[in-house]
């Protein structure tokens, strides 16, 4: 009620372009004290209408997930390969939330499906590779679970282009061994899962076909990194890591 207030009087004050750019030079400073960034509002993936109504319809459904930029790079992806043939596997889905972008990036006529993997249980058991700089994992088994039926609601106007396969990774992946993909998106936090998906889902992705990894710049996974950088060590892509946090990797 009092932000809205606030705005309301800036934009009859100096105008709505004006009072958004005084505002963001404040959230700026105040963001900079602690080394935080805040995003700049003339970037046009901010109101990108598939992004707005992806992001809309998520929030309406209280679906609880990874931030803004993470979520338009997954729907930026998806858009790039509509042309591409095959479908789309992600493994870790959590409450749903990247699946959402996932399937919205594709296009709402699209026959695309999302071949999800995920323990429904949480983590699985960190290793010495998840370990971080300081000492132990940022992770116990377990961690960031929810229930199967949760994510089933959450991605329920999606119909059955939301294909769910419940187990630890790769227990399940040999069923779908015969098929070829345009997009994976693997976000499981840990070294062992992380090398599992890419080991599999590489040989059959399509050329011009996307793998992302949530997990490769941040702090808390660096066994998701060390996967990722160790599997395409001898492969012909390069690995981009993006500001945040994701990689990406086009197939050749
Ligand atoms: C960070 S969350 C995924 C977040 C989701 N992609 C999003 O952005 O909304 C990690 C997920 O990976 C799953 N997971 C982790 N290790 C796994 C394993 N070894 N086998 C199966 N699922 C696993 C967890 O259950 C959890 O749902």
Redesign the pocket.
């Known amino acids: 009620m009092i932000g809205r207030a606030i705005d309301n009087l800036g934009e009859r004050l100096w105008g709505r372009d004006r009072y958004r750019r005084k505002y963001y030079k404040l959230a700026k400073r105040i963001a900079a004290i602690k080394g935080f960034e805040v995003y700049k509002p003339h970037l046009v993936w901010l109101t990108d209408e598939e992004f707005v109504a992806a992001r809309e319809k998520t929030e309406r459904r209280g679906i609880e997930?990874?931030p803004n930029d993470?979520c338009y790079t997954l729907l930026a992806a998806a858009r790039s390969v509509r042309d591409i043939p095959g479908d789309f596997a992600?493994?870790?889905?959590?409450?749903?939330?990247?699946?959402r972008f996932l399937l919205s990036g594709a296009g709402e006529q699209s026959a695309k499906r999302l071949f999800i993997?995920?323990?429904?249980?949480?983590?699985?058991d960190p290793g010495a590779d998840d370990a971080m700089s300081g000492g132990g994992a940022a992770w116990v088994k377990g961690d960031?679970?929810?229930p199967e039926e949760i994510v089933r609601r959450n991605l329920s106007d999606f119909g059955d282009r939301a294909v769910l396969y419940k187990?630890?990774?790769p227990d399940r992946f040999g069923e779908v061994e015969a098929g070829r993909f345009s997009l994976v998106?693997v976000?499981?936090?840990?070294y062992?899962?992380t090398m599992a998906a890419v080991e599999f889902f590489y040989p059959r992705v399509n050329p011009g076909g996307v793998i992302l990894c949530?997990d490769y710049g941040s702090a808390d996974c660096p066994g998701a990194k060390k996967a990722i950088d160790e599997f395409f060590a001898d492969k012909p892509e390069n690995v981009i890591g993006l500001t945040s946090g994701q990689s990406l990797v086009i197939k050749r």
């Open positions: 997930g990874g993470r992600e493994c870790g889905v959590r409450f749903g939330k990247s699946s993997f995920d323990s429904f249980e949480g983590l699985s960031l679970a929810v187990g630890w990774i998106h976000d499981v936090d840990l062992e899962p949530d």
